[in-house]
């Protein structure tokens, strides 16, 4: 468990100080530290010279939180007479780290001329916690990729059908040119039923970072995206008799 936010009283009424101690109680992540050395934050008598004198003895100004008002010049935590218990609670919530935030979800674009075959890759791929988008032409997946969407990885057939103006290795070419200059550019993969080594030269000539051949090999996509820093995540538990 991580270490709690000790703080520490200075000054303050005996029936402030019991008031503390109640809403500390209860809160978790917080605990009252007697040493105020050890402590990482006071909560000080705004109203009491001695008090404030000690603080800014102890050089902890910015991080007290100072009951009542006017607290000294440059205090970047206060709370108002008389003291609040809902008040409080919020003022030392307010004091606690807060945890990061999660990363946004990897992207992915799929393109492919046929709307079954990319279907069945949104079902592979959906339990790795890609946000996916599709396209069902080479014309589609240029629009895509030129708007807001940033994508990690686009998966590319080479037959495209006659819908689209290029096919998957000229399109992977079209991608490589436009993306990079990007830090990180998309990881490009082709999807193809051709798995011949010629096709497979084709495509790494054509900028691709992975050939994956059809029918979809389970193991070879679930390699290529550890290799890329994705987690499957967990599978929902069966419901018995479901």
């Given at each position: 468990m991580p270490e709690p936010l000790r703080l520490a009283l200075v000054g303050l009424s005996d029936t402030e100080r019991q008031l503390v101690h109640g809403v500390v109680a209860r809160l978790p992540g917080v605990a009252l530290e007697?040493?105020?050395?050890?402590?990482?934050?006071l909560v000080a008598d705004a109203e009491h010279t001695p008090s404030v004198k000690l603080v800014?003895?102890?050089?902890?100004?910015?991080?007290?939180?100072?009951?009542?008002?006017?607290?000294?010049?440059?205090?970047?935590?206060?709370?108002?007479?008389?003291?609040?218990?809902?008040?409080?609670?919020?003022?030392?919530?307010?004091?606690?780290p807060r945890p990061p935030a999660p990363p946004?979800?990897?992207r992915a674009l799929l393109v492919d001329d046929s709307a079954i075959a990319l279907r069945f890759l949104e079902t592979r791929l959906q339990r790795w916690g890609l946000q996916l988008d599709s396209a069902l032409s080479s014309n589609r997946a240029i629009e895509l990729m030129a708007g807001e969407a940033a994508y990690d990885f686009v998966f590319i057939d080479v037959e495209l059908g006659p819908q689209s103006t290029l096919d998957g290795f000229a399109l992977a070419q079209h991608i490589r040119r436009q993306h990079r200059r990007e830090p990180v550019p998309p990881v490009l993969v082709m999807v193809s039923a051709h798995a011949s080594p010629a096709h497979r030269a084709r495509g790494q000539l054509a900028g691709c970072d992975a050939y994956l051949a059809k029918p979809l090999a389970e193991v070879e996509l679930q390699r290529l995206l550890l290799r890329h820093g994705l987690k499957p995540r967990a599978a929902a538990p069966s419901v018995p008799g479901g």
């Open positions: 007697p040493d105020l050395d050890r402590a990482a934050w800014l003895a102890a050089e902890k100004l910015k991080r007290t939180l100072w009951v009542g008002t006017p607290p000294p010049m440059g205090s970047v935590a206060v709370v108002d007479r008389p003291l609040d218990a809902a008040a409080l609670r919020g003022a030392l919530q307010a004091l606690l946004p979800p990897r």
